[in-house]
């Protein structure tokens, strides 16, 4: 079992340092951040633009500067950023709670009614519940989120009056005081909601369909006329098995959900890091940029070795594999 | 089977109960010290003294209250709050809190302030300017003001020596000193609180471009003592990017508000300086102690969002647009506040200066003006957010502005006279750059509307390319679009010298529309010399001078812009009063906010 570990981890680890190449040399491909800071009312002045490559390191040869930024980043130590000219890790950990919460709340909504609903969809099959909670799958993933959280945040927010239209309210960083609470808990509200809608829709349709093949697998009629009841038949034989797909699919939800959505963080002025992605990219910011795509490949990558590793776990024959 | 039993109401309230514990879950734990800063106390009031001999007093009936009001942006260059790391669109809030060294009452009407006498030499290169120094003008630390913030402030920008060691130790990037060159000198004197600053060129535009109607922050006033304490402690260190993190932790202004804690490109709060220095009674043109307790101002990139903050009370004046101003129209509560003259349309034939490029001859470029139905695409488009008058920068409250710079009249039969004049028939094919401008909506859609105009009236068809504003850019510095043309924005100006110079005088300057060093360019150049930028005079003549030149740059028409654009400011039902000013960008004039 530990050398399964190990070679799936040792693969993650040369998938990243793969990816870090790529990244590192397609952000230098988009342009010269040098030439972008340069002020364009003014001379095109050969000397200042050389100084200011010197002092943001670009003068080096490319594979130095990619060795200089993989041996820092193994640190967490991005460099500074271009533009706002602070370290990038500062400014990705303060914009990092944001997304973090956001991320779980919206996952755990998104599991927590998502999960029963798709497990009852299959129970009640081609019932008016099921229709129902098929019509809201088919919304949830073909609505779009931006219209949906513009709606949303025009009818509950500014005409209702429901719910906050904008921003987490008076928390910084990780952890409300205890007066903030409830304020944080209703900002987080809304967006939660939307962000869950989709990833909701998704989990249901695919709980619905692996709860489907159970019910009518033999394991599950023997258990039946055994005349184990309907609570335990669903629950202890049919969901937990129908819930391996669900999570593997929740697992890489859930790494996407951290990196961050620009969507989300525009429309609810919500300040995490997909919004600092978004500035590097406009910005030709190359460290930021590249420090933000490493950390959502990162976090891909930890997701995608985890849930091999409990499908080894679980499963001898991947391991033999 | 009857397994739908189990899915009983009690089963679903479960399932939503522990919904919400997971969020409260998520939210829950300890606290944490907010990263945000404070600025320190004001004190004083200042004394007041006689009012400056040029000063034109402004009645302003005061409704103070000490209510806050919270004021949602559009969007901000989200850099440093230290004003030489910081990007032009940062003075939305820079300008809150720091006063400039030179006072406006909007546009180009300078007014005695930081400065309160300048005078140009003959030869228009050298400026002596008076500081005042005797009205109890203070930071908000309670460090009076002195001829050394003024100068110290001139200097991060101006000076070889300081500007240079900044960018050597890493405190700035080395870009931000591509002006020391035109320094000659910047000396204290001739007299006690005066400043002597010569350049090795005519800049008749200086007052202007470190005023508050300039259009980015390099005119902001540092707290020289501290600026330079800061920088003794940073001297000798290498790549210190935060030789200023002192005032970004404390910043000190000198305005209205002071920055009271800010999360840098998400929130800053203000509070009211009730010893503002700017009133009549201190002998200025006009009181400027703002109306209201303090402004909270955050950054909502999108405008929905913005309107339903307003909708729903949480927000106070939001940055609007036209999609959203009849929504906020119909609110019986809710009214408009215009900020005219903000940004102008910008029509750029890019490089045209080869002689077998379509647009070389000035037929071409004239043709596709008259083929144009410039106020229809105003007036469908933009409605009030939008004004139909003036050429480029020159619009119309500024500098050099006349009616008859005002676009040409729509005649497709003449423009399709001009184009067959100009050799060239339907089969021309070239590309129109633009992008999604915030601070000018519907760009895409007027290159689509003029595209439409060109087919009827000279019969092309053109490509639109909608691209990422700093991408297009770019290869338009580089000179890798030549023969198309880019439809873009640019913040509107009082004083447009620098632009002009920059388009048509000097061959090095990335966005220039002309060649200078051409035989075409360098006769274009040299005209507009000889009809403005060669002359050393102010007032009506200056303003004479410049209608000549803009004359002639709308004949030319290496670049053509129609229209410019205002910007609404929806207001909530408290608020009853703002007075944006025209002619200059971004958010201005806070203490004109007042409330019911």
Redesign the interface.
């Known amino acids: 079992m530990w050398q399964y570990v190990l070679r799936r981890m040792g693969e993650g680890i040369i998938t990243l340092i793969a990816l870090s190449f790529v990244v590192f040399g397609s952000v230098h491909l988009?342009?010269?951040p040098?030439?972008?800071?340069?002020?364009?009312?003014?001379?095109?002045?050969q000397k200042?633009?050389e100084?200011?490559k010197k002092?943001m390191g670009l003068d080096r040869p490319f594979i130095v500067q990619y060795w200089d930024y993989i041996n820092s980043a193994i640190f967490f130590d991005f460099g500074?950023s271009y533009?706002?000219?602070?370290p990038i890790s500062e400014l990705i950990l303060?914009k990092l709670p944001a997304t973090v919460?956001l991320a779980?709340?919206g996952f755990?909504?998104a599991i927590?009614?998502g999960i029963?609903l798709g497990i009852?969809s299959a129970?009640?099959r081609d019932?008016i519940f099921d229709k129902l909670g098929k019509g809201f799958a088919v919304f949830g993933l073909a609505a779009p989120q931006f219209w949906v959280a513009?709606m949303l945040?025009?009818f509950l927010?500014?005409?209702l009056?429901w719910f906050?239209?904008?921003?987490r309210g008076d928390?910084?960083?990780?952890?409300?005081?205890?007066e903030q609470?409830p304020q944080?808990?209703w900002h987080?509200?809304l967006p939660?909601i939307v962000l869950a809608l989709s990833v909701t829709a998704a989990i249901m349709r695919l709980a619905r369909s692996a709860m489907l093949e159970i019910l009518d697998s033999d394991y599950v009629k023997f258990a039946?006329v055994k005349g184990l009841s309907?609570?335990l038949?669903?629950w202890r034989h049919a969901a937990k098995n129908a819930l391996i797909p669900v999570l593997t699919f929740g697992g890489i939800t859930l790494a996407g959900l951290l990196n961050g959505s620009v969507i989300f963080e525009?429309?609810?002025?919500w300040?995490g890091v997909g919004l600092l992605l978004l500035?590097g990219v406009?910005?030709?910011d190359f460290p930021l940029t590249e420090a933000a795509i490493l950390l959502s490949g990162f976090f891909y990558i930890c997701t995608a070795v985890i849930i091999d590793i409990t499908y080894g776990l679980v499963d001898p024959r991947v391991r033999a594999r | 089977m009857k397994v739908s039993r189990i899915f009983s109401v009690k089963a679903l309230l479960t399932i939503a109960m522990l919904s919400a514990l997971t969020v409260g879950i998520v939210a829950c734990g300890g606290s944490d010290t907010s990263e945000s800063s404070s600025s320190a106390s004001s004190s004083a009031a200042a004394a007041p003294t006689a009012a400056p001999a040029a000063a034109a007093a402004t009645e302003t009936e005061s409704t103070s209250s000490d209510e806050r009001i919270t004021v949602l942006i559009a969007d901000l260059e989200e850099e440093r709050v230290f004003p030489p790391l910081a990007g032009g669109p940062d003075v939305k809030y820079l300008r809150v809190f720091m006063d400039d060294m030179f006072s406006t009452m909007g546009g180009g009407n300078l007014v005695p302030g930081i400065v309160n006498k300048w005078e140009v030499s003959e030869d228009g290169t050298t400026w002596i300017i008076d500081v005042t120094t005797d009205k109890g003008i203070k930071f908000h630390n309670g460090d009076p003001l002195t001829v050394n913030d003024v100068m110290v402030s001139l200097q991060q920008e101006r000076d070889p020596e300081l500007a240079t060691a900044w960018a050597e130790a890493g405190c700035m990037n080395v870009t931000e000193t591509a002006y020391i060159k035109y320094t000659k000198s910047l000396d204290f004197g001739p007299g006690d609180d005066q400043i002597t600053y010569a350049q090795n060129r005519v800049a008749l535009n200086f007052p202007f471009n470190f005023s508050q109607s300039s259009q980015d922050e390099k005119g902001l006033l540092l707290p020289g003592k501290f600026t330079m304490d800061m920088w003794d402690a940073a001297k000798g260190k290498e790549n210190n990017m935060d030789c200023f993190e002192e005032f970004e932790e404390n910043p000190v202004g000198s305005g209205p508000f002071k920055l009271a804690n800010y999360e840098l490109g998400i929130k800053y709060s203000f509070d009211r300086n009730d010893d503002y220095w700017f009133t009549k009674a201190n002998g200025f043109t006009e009181d400027r102690i703002p109306q209201v307790g303090g402004i909270d101002m955050e950054v909502i990139l999108e405008p929905s969002t913005r309107l339903a903050a307003l909708q729903s009370g949480e927000a106070d004046l939001i940055e609007a647009n036209m999609n959203i101003v009849p929504t906020i129209d119909a609110n019986d509560e809710h009214s408009v506040f215009w900020q005219e003259e903000n940004s102008m349309l910008w029509m750029i034939y890019i490089d045209c200066w080869e002689e077998d490029m379509w647009c070389f001859q000035k037929d071409a470029r004239q043709a596709l003006q008259y083929g144009t139905d410039t106020r229809a695409i105003q007036e469908a488009l933009y409605g009030k957010g939008a004004t139909h008058e003036g050429h480029g920068w020159a619009t119309s409250n500024a500098l050099g502005y006349s009616s008859d710079l005002d676009g040409f009249p729509y005649d497709p039969a003449k423009a399709a006279e001009l184009w067959a004049s100009a050799g060239l028939d339907d089969s021309l094919v070239f590309k129109v750059w633009t992008w999604e401008a915030g601070s000018f909506p519907f760009l895409p859609q007027v290159a689509e509307l003029m595209a439409a105009d060109w087919k009827k009236s000279v019969g092309i068809t053109v490509d639109i390319e909608i691209g990422d504003q700093a991408a297009i850019k770019q290869q338009w510095n580089n000179r890798s679009l030549p023969g198309d043309m880019l439809i873009r924005d640019n913040e509107a100006r009082y004083d447009g010298t620098s632009i002009t110079t920059g388009h048509y005088c000097n061959h090095d300057a990335r966005w220039r529309v002309n060649e200078p060093e051409t035989a075409d360019g360098a006769a274009r150049c040299d005209k507009i010399k000889e009809l403005a930028l060669n002359h050393v005079v102010t007032g009506q003549e200056q303003h004479d001078n410049f209608n000549a030149a803009y004359k002639f740059i709308k004949d030319e028409s290496m670049h053509w812009g129609p229209f410019y654009s205002n910007v609404p400011w929806g207001a909530g039902e408290r608020v009853a009063n703002y007075e944006p000013w025209k002619l200059v960008p971004y958010f201005t004039a806070p203490w004109t906010i007042s409330l019911k």
């Open positions: 988009t342009g010269d040098a030439d972008y800071l340069m002020p364009l009312t003014e001379a095109h002045d200042i633009y100084a200011q002092q500074t533009v706002i000219q602070k303060k919460h779980l709340s755990f909504l927590i009614i029963p009852m129970v009640k019932s513009i945040i025009l927010g500014g005409k009056q906050p239209t904008y921003g928390i910084q960083g990780w952890w409300p005081t205890i609470i944080t808990l987080l509200a939660s039946q309907n609570r038949v669903i525009v429309v609810f002025a300040p500035d406009t910005q030709r």
